[in-house]
């Protein structure tokens, strides 16, 4: 019973390149948006909006943790700061900063992570970050957006500018394949559901969401009816959708390129335990750190393609008629 | 840099009682909470009289007015001394402060910025700065000639995060910020030249590019007289080493570890009201 047509990837623009593309559309409309950068302006795409606004850029230098906290005082005297570096940067140098100068006070700052996951490839472990959305989720008070492509990034920012309050924005850095048209919508803690089906629900986000929509034309043709969503947004979780999905489906499988333990996985199978329990699998980094590799290279060693998703939702069907 | 009882002349005799109070407030709310850091709170007592005793422009009845100076106290261990400046201010009756600590109360026993004319609340040490400078970065943005006070620990110059904003405030020319260092010598097990040597510390900041100037964090006179000299720098962050006794006021507390966390009870108690009197 499907009710798409098969997914083929074509590739759009990276989300961190959408991202530094809606900051100059930003800029342009909102004085207060001001950015902050830790000399990466070039990696994570706010080059452009230093170019075109100087004197709303911030050189912070190789200070992440620092960075955080300037934002935090930007905001508080009324500015709608975006600060971004590497995510594993931010997040993980930048954490007690983000704890006690951004959650506790509540503040409007916007914290965007690129080169999230594994698929930044090359340079190594070092500067992955697997463990970004299980940091920012534990911040209380905080939205955290993970856009699966340029569109939905795009619209995101936009979103993310206008939401009173914090938020971590989470971003790629190799190219993502379009799972949208320019014209969709989106709304913070709306997840989107990409393909209706009643044996099994793929939930994904990120890059791991064009996965999904491949593996669910596997399953399809097995005829096994595959329901996909897309969380864009991974605090607050959509829970009607959530338990809609755990009830009607009986089996889940959520994936993503960020450690398994912690992240959207665990998220959601804490709504799905409060709501209607149901077969859940996970695809995920198990207990590991990658290393360097080509991007391709990396996403099949470590299991986040596909093949495994479909693997997984198999075994989640079988283990769902005992 | 002498212990003894505060100078009470001229002008600064408000200022002498402002600060007077300031202790003797804090000390009563630190021991009806049976809570720490008194001698912290006595240290900048006299900085504390200056700031609240006038030179801060606040408006007490708006506490949030938009071009009120800023103040962060980075040592927010200190909070009972602030809650007691912002009482004696006008933020709110004395009563208020009752509660210090205790069930349900927004007097937190770390600095909260649910109290009246707390700005921010601090409590984890070394965020202050940071904090601060980007305060001063957003009204120097929007062209506003408000100020940022900064108070911070010595001791708590120990923490990194502070040197990353010092580069930082220095290269951006930070000119609406001032930080006063409450250089009482001790931290909380020791000495700040036994834990982590940090002098020769005017050098320090001189060569990060700020502006520095040395008092006496006791001196009412001399304090506001240099902050009024940092206020009209131009170009550059301004630092105050105020050199200052921890436990300051009350003999049996002066230059002592033991006051940052005793809490005084009994005997000791009424000694240090009388001493305060
Ligand atoms: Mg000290």
């Known amino acids: ?322 | 840099m002498s212990a003894g009882v505060l100078p009470a002349v001229g002008a600064d005799r408000e200022i002498a009682v402002f600060a007077r109070e300031i202790r003797r407030r804090a000390l009563r709310m630190t021991s009806r909470a049976r809570s720490s850091h008194i001698g912290s709170a006595f240290s900048c007592a006299d900085i504390l009289a200056v700031l609240y005793g006038g030179l801060l422009r606040v408006r007490p009845q708006e506490p949030g007015w938009s071009g009120r100076d800023r103040f962060i106290l980075s040592k927010g261990h200190a909070a009972s001394a602030l809650y007691a400046a912002l009482s004696r201010r006008g933020f709110f009756p004395s009563e208020a402060l009752e509660a210090y600590s205790g069930d349900g109360s927004i007097f937190c026993g770390h600095a909260s910025s649910a109290v009246p004319g707390v700005d921010w609340s601090t409590g984890s040490l070394g965020h202050g700065l940071p904090v601060a400078c980007g305060m001063a970065l957003a009204a120097q943005l929007d062209h506003r000639d408000h100020r940022v006070v900064a108070l911070l620990s010595d001791g708590e110059l120990d923490e990194g995060s502070n040197w990353e904003a010092i580069l930082f405030a220095g290269h951006h020319r930070l000119d609406r910020l001032t930080v006063i260092v409450d250089c009482n010598g001790l931290q909380s097990l020791a000495a700040t030249e036994e834990t982590l040597r940090l002098e020769p510390l005017a050098a320090k900041w001189q060569g990060f590019g700020w502006w520095v100037a040395e008092c006496d964090g006791h001196d009412h006179a001399s304090l506001r007289s240099v902050l009024e000299t940092a206020r009209h720098q131009s170009g550059k962050p301004s630092c105050i080493l105020a050199r200052t006794v921890k436990g300051r006021g009350v003999d049996f507390m002066e230059n002592s570890v033991l006051w940052h966390y005793r809490s005084a009870q009994g005997a000791e108690l009424d000694s240090a009201m009388t001493q305060l009197e």
């Open chain 1, 1 to 322: 019973m499907a009710t798409r047509t098969r997914f083929e990837v074509k590739n759009g623009v990276a989300t961190r390149e959408a991202f530094g593309q809606a900051l100059v559309e930003l800029g342009r409309v909102n004085p207060d948006v001001v950015v902050c950068d830790a000399d990466l302006s070039k990696s994570t795409f706010t080059a452009g909006f230093a170019k075109e606004f100087p004197d709303r850029f911030f050189q912070c230098g190789i200070a992440e943790a620092n960075m955080v906290a300037i934002g935090s005082g930007l905001a508080s005297g009324g500015k709608i700061p975006f600060v971004s570096s590497f995510s594993c940067f931010v997040m993980n140098k930048g954490f007690e900063q983000l704890r006690v100068t951004a959650a506790f006070p509540n503040v409007n700052l916007k914290v965007v992570g690129t080169h999230s996951g594994i698929s930044i490839g090359e340079d190594g472990p070092s500067q992955m970050s697997i463990e970004d959305l299980s940091l920012a989720c534990s911040l209380a008070g905080f939205t955290v957006l993970s856009p699966a492509d340029e569109f939905s990034m795009r619209k995101l920012i936009r979103a993310a500018a206008a939401h009173q309050g914090p938020v971590f924005i989470r971003a790629g850095r190799i190219k993502a394949p379009i799972i949208y048209s320019a014209a969709e919508e989106f709304e913070i803690g709306k997840a989107k559901v990409l393909a209706q089906g009643s044996d099994v629900t793929l939930m994904a986000t990120g890059l791991l969401v064009a996965e999904s929509l491949l593996a669910c034309d596997l399953l399809e043709a097995e005829g096994i009816s595959t329901r996909v969503i897309d969380f864009a947004t991974i605090k607050p979780l959509d829970r009607e959708v959530i338990a809609a999905a755990a009830s009607e489906t009986g089996a889940i499988v959520v994936s993503e390129e960020h450690l398994a333990d912690g992240g959207l996985g665990v998220r959601i199978a804490q709504v799905v335990a409060e709501t209607a329990p149901c077969v859940m699998e996970f695809v995920g980094v198990r207990n590991t750190y990658a290393e360097s590799g080509t991007p391709d290279g990396l996403l099949d060693k470590y299991g986040l393609r596909a093949v495994n998703i479909a693997g997984a939702a198999r075994r989640a069907v079988s283990r769902k008629k005992k």
